[in-house]
């Protein structure tokens, strides 16, 4: 016997409308069990799944429990009994176990194992009597379909609980025959009257034996056997019985028992059957669905991250523009300091012009007054030849004076040609200044023109900012809107898992009792 440990001896309870359920196949290997069966187990449903159903079995359940216990339903009878189960992690729960047999297509299909909870009382006398059988304190007892038997003289006691239906009869009427006679012997009748009188008896106690075996047992084992086939899935006949009384309603109540349960289990195959196309579909659609969660969110978190980018550009561009903005207007301010200065210096060179043509006058007046001079020494030369020797030293100088109204007039023609030339110049760079003065102009007003463009771009790239802020905002609620809906779709998918996990749960079921 599979020994599993370790144990406890730490007892679970659970609510006593708690129903446990599991079907096996022939070879007693776990084909279906409902949830209640696998929370109260403490397995997991994949760990039960497909495993023989000894793996709950408690080391002290004797072993006879079990060998009693297998003889019965390979009989094709049910059997039903208190077991002590261990769970998952060492501890044990009570169950009062109904284990039938099912029969599919005509053959042996497993059994099937109706658990609910016993008493507390019903409890602690199993606890007591499996501790005897296990230290062979209780050899004078024995199990049989699950009740207890005496051996021995004494089974003589508990034979009752066994007999069927046609011996309690024929025991009942024996009995009767025996004190009849008894009776008859004791009665006096002379021995002529007291064989007919015995025989009539005998054949009137056989006769009602005979009608009670047709009417009572016969019925009775036809509604047992009914019952059984009904149970295990043998038959879907309908037993009928031409009578009214309680056997018969018995019998029309184990068929209409058998006809609801078919029924259920028909209908209930049928929509369990399309339940589970059903979610096939919802799985189907829910997977695509997934699919295309997954990309749109991938798309979205893309879109977002290329938002953040150009979110970035912007940024940048914006911290650009102002820097450009900033430097347009310094050079706007320079252009136009630039053009005041060429302005000054116009005015400069104009006045530079005029003091030139005043210098060129004074200069042909210094000319006008050394050629007088010169004509003066002139004419002082000739009357002092004139005068002869008082007249010489006059005559010196005005040599001298000639001589330097020449040099004056030189000098003078010099200066008027170096002003005439630097009058020539100054207006030549007058010109050039002018020319420069008009393309500093220009440039102010293009450079005028480029910072307000840049003001305008700079306005228009702080617009553009918080407008793709806005989007970006707008995309990152999308993310999250899409990331709650792929949570939402898993969310489904699970259900949907679940339930068709519970729709093939159902399945096994249900097919351990289709034909």
């Not at 009384?245 to 209409?256: A, H, K, P």
Request: one cysteine or more; proline letters at 2%.
């Amino acid at each position: 016997m599979r020994n599993n440990q370790p144990v406890t001896q730490l007892e679970h309870t659970y609510d006593a409308h708690t129903t446990l359920m599991s079907s096996t196949d022939a070879k007693g290997r776990i084909t279906y069990a409902n949830q209640a069966f696998v929370d109260i187990s403490g397995f997991e449903r994949d760990a039960l799944m497909g495993s023989a159903h000894n793996i709950i079995r408690h080391p002290d359940m004797p072993a006879a429990a079990f060998a009693d216990m297998w003889k019965s339903i390979q009989a094709g009878e049910p059997w039903t009994g208190i077991v002590k189960n261990r769970r998952a992690n060492g501890d044990h729960y009570w169950v009062r176990a109904n284990v039938a047999p099912i029969q599919a297509q005509g053959q042996a299909g497993g059994y099937i194992s109706v658990r609910t909870q016993p008493t507390r009382q019903e409890a602690q006398q199993a606890e007591a009597l499996y501790a005897d059988m296990r230290a062979g304190r209780a050899n004078h007892l024995r199990l049989y379909r699950g009740i207890l038997l005496r051996r021995g003289w004494a089974s003589a006691l508990t034979a009752h609980k066994v007999w069927p239906v046609r011996w309690r009869i024929r025991a009942a009427f024996g009995l009767s025959a025996m004190l009849g006679l008894a009776g008859l012997a004791c009665s006096g009748l002379p021995m002529s009257a007291l064989w007919p009188a015995a025989l009539g008896l005998l054949a009137a106690l056989l006769i009602g034996q005979a009608v009670l075996q047709q009417q009572v047992a016969r019925p009775l084992e036809q509604i047992k056997q009914h019952a059984l086939d009904v149970v295990s899935g043998r038959s879907h006949a309908h037993l009928m019985l031409d009578r009214v009384d309680e056997i018969g309603m018995t019998l029309r109540s184990v068929n209409q028992m058998g006809l609801m349960f078919r029924w259920v289990i028909d209908d209930v195959a049928k929509q369990v059957q399309q339940l589970r196309a059903d979610i096939e579909r919802i799985a189907h659609g829910n997977q695509q669905l997934n699919r295309r969660t997954e990309q749109s969110a991938a798309a979205v978190q893309q879109t977002a991250s290329s938002m953040g980018q150009m979110i970035g550009a912007l940024q940048q561009n914006a911290d650009t523009s102002r820097q450009a903005s900033s430097v347009a207007t310094q050079a706007r301010h320079s252009a136009t300091e630039g053009g005041d200065a060429v302005s000054d210096v116009i005015r400069t060179m104009n006045d530079i012009t005029g003091s030139s043509h005043r210098i060129a006058d004074i200069t042909g007046v210094i000319d006008g007054i050394a050629f007088q001079t010169n004509i003066l020494a002139l004419n002082a030369s000739v009357e002092a030849a004139r005068a002869g020797e008082q007249g010489k030293g006059f005559a010196v100088v005005a040599g001298e004076v000639r001589q330097l109204a020449q040099r004056t007039a030189h000098a003078a023609r010099e200066i008027k040609s170096l002003i005439a030339a630097s009058v020539e110049n100054v207006n030549q760079g007058a010109d050039k200044v002018n020319d420069a003065s008009n393309t500093i102009r220009t440039i102010v007003a293009q450079v005028q023109q480029v910072a307000q463009l840049i003001d305008e771009v700079n306005h228009a790239t702080q617009q553009q900012e918080q407008g793709i802020s806005q989007v970006n905002g707008a995309v990152q609620h999308m993310d999250q809107i899409t990331q709650q809906n792929a949570a939402l779709v898993e969310q489904t998918a699970a259900a949907s898992a679940n339930l068709r996990r519970q729709a093939e749960q159902l399945v096994q079921a249900l097919s351990a009792f289709q034909r």
